[in-house]
């Protein structure tokens, strides 16, 4: 589920994968503008979205509740625990990650919408903890990021060998790692675990799965197959990947309404 695999618009691939893995569309289509514009009836308990109808402006508040690996994850060589400093700024970073790569303008009942998703730290947000890389010997399970919440506290690890620019990459990871547990809250896990059928359940990256585009829109959520546009730090990946306009749409959806 690490983001490792970089992400277009929505060119799913049409081959029919093996069952019951199968490509399809964007489910958010099946919801008419109305119905995103108010919400749904089963909100996320940690995301608020405010409807600015005058400005077209919708404010999504994204609660976050970071934290550092327990001591028995450490004690088993998953993780390392990092410092204090370290982790003000790993969580620094996964903010400026969520923020960057969930905000965009959307087309809501025929007209542009500008989405500003902020974080907030909150003892009732999102679980996510924020690791360094733990034993070698245990390979992608102690750094291989994954968020699998609900089911499990998802983990977020800091890789400084992690291509010319690590600080980038761990912000864009950080918030495609947050973009699972939203995507499994509204279409469940076979949805958002699969890629949106570009995967396996457990991220193994399928043949079918399309390259990376070379221009335009890099989707956040999706795995390609690696070609030349995708090399961590060129050809713009850090600046062209984004939240689709349907997965943003599937959060404010799904993100409650003040009261």
Not at 70 to 95: H, W
Not at 193 to 208: E, M, P
């Amino acid at each position: 589920m690490a983001n490792n695999s970089r992400t277009g618009k929505n060119n799913y691939p049409g081959a029919i994968l093996p069952a019951p893995y199968r490509v399809r569309p964007q489910p958010i289509g099946a919801v008419n503008d109305e119905q995103i514009h108010n919400g749904s009836k089963r909100p996320l308990t940690y995301a608020t979205a405010n409807m600015d109808d005058e400005h077209k402006i919708i404010h999504i508040r994204l609660r976050m509740n970071y934290g550092k690996p327990s001591l028995l994850t450490c004690l088993l060589g998953l993780a390392k625990k990092p410092g204090d400093a370290q982790f003000e700024y790993y969580a620094r970073l996964a903010d400026e990650g969520i923020a960057k790569y969930w905000s965009r303008t959307i087309t809501l009942k025929g007209e542009a919408w500008d989405v500003r998703v902020r974080p907030e730290r909150s003892a009732q947000g999102m679980p996510l903890t924020l690791a360094n890389p733990g034993s070698r010997l245990l390979g992608n399970l102690s750094k291989r990021s994954r968020n699998p919440y609900p089911f499990f506290t998802g983990t977020l690890y800091y890789d400084e060998n992690d291509g010319p620019d690590p600080e980038r990459s761990y912000a864009m990871t950080a918030a495609h790692e947050v973009g699972h547990p939203l995507l499994t809250h509204a279409f469940g896990a076979i949805w958002s675990w699969g890629h949106a059928g570009t995967s396996t359940l457990l991220g193994k990256r399928y043949d079918s799965a399309p390259e990376c585009p070379a221009q335009g829109e890099i989707n956040l959520m999706l795995y390609y197959n690696r070609n030349t546009s995708c090399v961590i730090g060129s050809n713009g990946i850090f600046e062209r990947t984004i939240a689709s306009e349907d997965d943003l749409k599937t959060l404010v959806y799904i993100a409650g309404r003040p009261k």
